[in-house]
């Protein structure tokens, strides 16, 4: 189960409102906050266009996978991709998050998953079709929290 969870990496950082309940993290984790970091630190390298910073969220031997199916290897081969597609596709966009809820698998092992939009530079809020679901597969290593797997998956209702 943990090498399918560890299969769903996603791309899309999350950023706005996050809904999560206190009942999705169970008592004594006390690790809102430090999810929250890793989050804010996506946002702020997605807006600053970093590929680099960007990564830095990601253990050394990380998976990426994004909306289209790209498939992005370690901390380096994900900085690489994503300053190529932060240069040529998604350069001044935003992400906003809608929803987000976090489940421990074990007490060193987070899946996340978030509902997410890309706003494009010079738009105010989401557009149709840029709705994202994704699943973060985070894990604490040497008291630090970061991803192991990231998969974007482009909302697309039946019969569209």
């Known amino acids: 189960m943990r090498k399918l969870l560890v299969g769903m990496a996603v791309l899309v950082a999350a950023t706005g409102i996050v809904t999560a309940s206190a009942a999705a993290e169970p008592a004594g984790h006390g690790d809102q906050a430090a999810f929250d970091r ?6 702020t390298a997605w807006a600053k266009g970093d590929g680099a910073a960007f990564a830095a969220t990601f253990t050394a031997d990380a998976d990426l996978i994004t909306f289209n199916g790209d498939y992005l290897k370690t901390r380096e081969g994900i900085a690489k991709g994503m300053q190529y597609y932060f240069d040529n596709f998604i350069k001044g966009s935003k992400i906003k998050a809608i ?3 976090v489940r421990y698998l074990e ?5 996340i998953v978030r509902d997410t939009c890309l706003i494009n530079a010079g738009e105010a809020d989401c557009r149709d079709g840029s709705l994202s679901r994704n699943a973060n597969v985070l ?8 991803q192991a797997s990231f998969q974007n998956t482009r909302v697309v209702p039946l019969g569209s």
């Open 107 to 111: 007490p060193d092992t987070v899946i």
């Open 38 to 43: 890793v989050r804010d630190a996506q946002i």
């Open 99 to 101: 929803t987000e809820h």
């Open 139 to 146: 894990v604490k290593q040497r008291g630090r929290w970061l």
